[in-house]
């Protein structure tokens, strides 16, 4: 059973269906909170809506994934013990605290974002839940406003202090293309990844990220260290977006070998972006490739959040045929790699993956196919 029948079995009419879609970062990892670019896509893994009115005074929603319920008054939002249920209550918390008041409604949802691979399955309920209210009840929102939304409803219920490249590239996604987005000013644009010839294949490590948000916050710190030591000596440094590797480079000793390269590392790999798109625009994908594996060593090498298994998988993928390039994605010290990849090579990859790599529970680890996709819409 789909989440359209489910739907009516529960509530006995017709929704209207809805679809967001999970992503990926090709390049730009840890750029965000330093006001850099990142480069995400939105994936072919989706989480569906099936939503329509109702006029008993609930919002009544039921996760089919989970085979739970959950029910509260519609004149009654706050956080509840239900950690699902919040993500879809923080949501309608965001219109009320804008002025306006969203009706009962019923809500089935459900998709195959995998948890845990670093794809944002939660980025993309709030988007598709951001945006489906919008379009149900006519608020007339643009999408930049639904994704801020969806980004307060992650900070407020879910507790999670995120930057805003999830939510934005499950709502600006588009078929065939990355998203060049400037974490400073929200300014984006579309760069072709023609993916009639290649596939982008994740392996999950089966790591979790245990280590990730102490180093995460150290790495802010350091990050903000090196900005506080250029700005004495330049006008206008705000952070590592306005700083160039010859700043850095005349005042290392200030700085000293860590922070230096950190910083190096966030001013690098922006640079990178900014070429890997520029191969874009050309077509030259094998260009675009290097700079992703350019992007694993300044991570592994100078910001190391990289762990053994991440790059043990890039290892294997440096050395597998119609491999152009491959990194880790996301925080660090565990999730997946990202790889691009040649269609008629995928298969002899994942192969290769599950004879070389086990997980360190000691299984085949989880590999995922995507396709770039189409952000949050109508079905």
Known sequence: ????????????????????????????????YNEGFVLPAAVDKAIKFAIKPNSVG???????DL???????????????????????GVIAQFEKDGNMVP??????????????????????????????DVTFGFGYNR?????????????????????????????????HVIKLDCRSLEYRHFPLDMSKYMLVLVNTGVKHSLASSEYNKRRDECETGVSVIAKHYANIKSLRDVTLDMLNDHKAEMGDVVYKRCSYIVEENARLEAGCEALS??????????????????????????????????????????LGSRMMGGGFGGCTITLINKKNVAEFEATV???????????PDIFEVVIADGAHLI
Not at 109 to 117: I, M, T, Y
Not at 154 to 161: I, T
Not at 354 to 364: M, V
């Open 58 to 64: 609930k919002y009544r929603f039921y996760a089919f």
């Open 1 to 32: 059973m789909g989440i359209q029948q489910k739907f009516v079995e529960l509530f006995g009419s017709e929704p209207v269906m809805f679809e967001a879609p999970g992503r990926v970062n090709l390049i730009g990892e840890h750029t965000d």
């Open 104 to 133: 009962a409604f019923d809500c089935v949802f459900g998709g195959n974002v995998p948890l845990g691979a670093g794809m944002s399955s939660s980025a993309a309920i709030e988007v598709g839940m951001a945006f489906a209210i």
């Open 282 to 323: 050309r077509g030259n994908f094998e260009e675009f490739g290097r700079c992703m594996f350019g992007s694993h060593a300044g991570l592994r090498d100078k910001y190391e959040v990289s762990c053994s298994e991440l790059d043990t998988l890039v290892e294997i993928a440096s050395k597998s045929a119609g491999v």
């Open 144 to 176: 930049l406003q639904l994704v801020k939304f969806a980004q307060e409803a992650e900070h407020e219920y879910a507790g999670v202090n995120c930057g805003i490249m999830d939510q934005f590239a499950s709502m600006f996604g588009k078929a065939g």
């Open 67 to 89: 085979n739970e319920s959950f029910e509260t008054a519609d004149n009654q939002i706050h956080k509840s013990n239900t950690a699902w249920a919040n993500y879809l209550l």
């Open 354 to 364: 599950r004879s070389q790599y086990q997980t360190p529970d000691g299984k085949q």
